[in-house]
């Protein structure tokens, strides 16, 4: 898979599917790649959850470095692989790619990303913490991540 940089944009032609997920494991944001596998899609990032919380439980308390966490791969599934990463304040970032080779190092990169995304929406002083983003920004980044 090609990853191609623009500006300060990478670009992975293997990611399908973003979500972004509040505290309260309410939904904020998906977009996918292919609208067709979308509601799949969504079924599989809901049933990461739990996963999530296993992991936050499980993870010693000085294992991150206090802002945020890369959880690695959280569901594998015959043709995709779903990786997580939750801030510190609870949010969690979803990312679906396909069943390829994907490195830890550029998923990471991804999510700093999306992360980066996130907080320049959720700092316009209209936007209430919680609710779901609708940020054209944001819609933006996500879509030329996704290639679209």
Known sequence: YQRRVHGDLVEWEMIVCIAVVGSRNNLLFIKSHHEDVALRLQHLLH???DVFDEKLHTAPKNSTDGRDAFLGLLYPTEE??????VTNTKVKFMVAVDDSASKDADIKAYFRQIHDAYCAAVNNPFHQ???PLKSKAFDQTAAAMLGK
Do not use: D, N, P
Request: aromatic share 24%; proline share 0%; hydrophobic share 35%.
């Open 47 to 49: 049933s990461c959850l």
């Open 80 to 85: 995709y692989k779903i990786f997580g990463y």
């Open 129 to 131: 913490l919680g609710t």
